[in-house]
């Protein structure tokens, strides 16, 4: 009996030494694994000084937003050209502006008549650099107009050029002859050319202009 204790012995010693390689290997795997949660946790941490400056950031595009919103909770809206002061219009001055009728087809085939500013000469009064009809300006510009729910299309400037693209765009204040009612207006973006009314915003709140070069000098 002492001589086949053993190899009882030996098989046990081995069986021992097989489970614990595995365990090791997990062991060591957990290891690892957490030393690499811990470098990507402390990579990904911004230092103090980004924080600041996207806070600050943050802060800037949050201040904008609330003062495009203000301004449309009060029936105005803004218009900034290349990130500059905004030029904010009530309903006083956008009705001092001249007014175009479109009679365009809505939902259902119905007919209807929007009266309301062209964007070309809304964008004219505000300072937006177009020129003439030969070598305009507008052709290197573009903007986009923002809704209160912060909903955006964009424009090219010579689709808004009226010797360029002619395009029918209005910043429509009535229709057939009403006020706007509250879920459209005050103000609405009216494309008559656009078959799909995608770029007709409602609750037009602002509009952005970027002017992507210089006007050019009229002497060459």
């Not at 081995?14 to 990579?43: D, M, T």
């Not at 800037?60 to 990130?83: E, L, P, R, T």
Request: hydrophobic share 40%; charged share 20%.
């Amino acid at each position: 009996m002492g001589g086949s204790a053993r190899p009882v012995n030996r098989n046990m010693n081995n069986k021992a030494i097989r489970f614990a390689r595995p365990c090791a290997s997990a062991v060591v795997g957990i290891v690892f694994l957490w030393l690499g949660a811990s470098l990507a946790a402390s990579a990904q941490t911004p230092s103090p000084a980004a924080a600041g400056q996207g806070a600050a950031a943050a802060g800037q595009d949050a201040a904008a937003i609330g003062q495009d919103a203000a301004a449309a909770d009060q029936g105005k809206v803004s218009i900034s050209i290349d990130n500059q002061s905004p030029k904010v219009y009530g309903s006083a001055e956008i009705a001092g502006l001249p007014h175009t009728d479109i009679v365009v087809k809505g939902d259902g085939g119905r007919t209807r008549k929007y009266s309301g500013v062209a964007l070309y000469d809304l964008l004219d009064s505000a300072g937006m650099e177009l020129g003439g009809d030969r070598r305009p300006a507008a052709l290197t510009t573009y903007l986009w107009v923002e809704a209160s729910d912060g909903y955006r299309v964009l424009f090219s400037g010579a689709e808004v050029h009226r010797f360029i693209g002619a395009g029918e765009i209005l910043l429509a204040d009535s229709e057939n002859g009403q006020p706007l009612s509250k879920s459209d207006g005050p103000y609405r973006l009216v494309v008559a050319t656009d078959k799909v009314h995608a770029r007709w915003l409602r609750q037009v709140r602002a509009l952005h202009v970027i002017q992507a070069a210089p006007p050019l000098n009229s002497s060459k």
